[in-house]
């Protein structure tokens, strides 16, 4: 069972462009939700996060938008460059028994082409 | 990554060995945690630690062990059990137990022969 849902697979954008990927969750538990962005052959860094408490947050170019009542959440990357060309991952986290734990979405493969 | 490092950067393994993983972290964080990633999937929990001489398992720990008698190291072995080992294996940290931000490591790729 697939706990987040993310979409695209991949995405290709113009230099200059916005970049939007989407995930959806179910468990309404959740309570904190990164995005992550990983280089080829490095481990993922986080990018940014938000909190169930607000509908939007921004860190320079990039912008998460929370919908709680749909369960959706979204990044935005404003004025794509060729430099942002990575896989993004996003996830959610809830305190479970024995920690606090994230559950990830699978991945979606961007594209800047110059 | 940064205050964390995972050793080797590849590893190369025959079916039927046990291979060891470290993840070592000077950020003097409490948790910490092993993640396998697979190409096109997303990272899926295979052991988790939030004090010394404590963990428990995740979502895939069949053919997995780990111990963490250091705060600051927490070795994952890959036993023979596994099934399919080849994988890019994660460590990540968080400062305090039940802390919701992860901070990972670069990573071991294994490949089994």
């Known amino acids: 069972q697939q706990q987040v849902k993310q979409s695209p697979q991949s995405l290709i954008v113009q230099k200059g462009g916005i970049s939007i990927i989407n995930c959806a969750y179910e468990?309404?538990?959740?309570?904190?939700f990164p995005w992550y962005q990983q280089f080829p052959g490095k481990g993922p860094a986080l990018l940014i996060a938000?909190?169930?408490?607000?509908s939007e947050k921004k860190e320079g170019r990039f912008t998460i938008s929370f919908n709680k009542s749909a369960k959706q959440f979204s990044l935005h990357i404003m004025d794509s460059q060729p430099g942002d060309s990575a896989t993004y991952f996003c996830?959610?986290?809830?305190?479970?028994?024995?920690?606090?734990?994230?559950?990830f979405g699978k991945g979606t493969k961007l594209s800047v082409i110059p | 990554d940064g205050g964390i490092t995972q050793s080797p950067k590849y590893l190369f393994r025959k079916e039927g060995q046990n291979v060891t993983l470290s993840c070592e972290q000077n950020?003097?964080?409490?948790?910490m945690y092993w993640y396998r990633q697979d190409p096109g999937q997303g990272l899926r929990l295979i052991y988790y630690?939030?004090?010394?001489?404590?963990?428990q398992k995740g979502d895939i720990a069949e053919g997995y062990s780990v111990s963490r008698e250091k705060k600051e190291s927490f070795p994952l072995t890959v036993t023979s059990a596994q099934k399919n080992p080849t994988a890019f294996y994660l460590c990540?940290?968080?400062?305090?137990?039940?802390?919701?931000?992860?901070?990972f490591g670069p990573g071991t790729r294994l490949t089994v022969l």
């Open positions: 950020l003097n964080h409490d948790a």
């Open positions: 468990n309404t538990a959740f309570d904190y």
């Open positions: 990540a940290t968080a400062d305090r137990p039940f802390t919701d931000t992860q901070y």
């Open positions: 938000i909190r169930p408490d607000v």
């Open positions: 630690s939030q004090i010394v001489n404590d963990f």
């Open positions: 996830a959610a986290g809830e305190a479970g028994a024995g920690s606090y734990q994230l559950t």
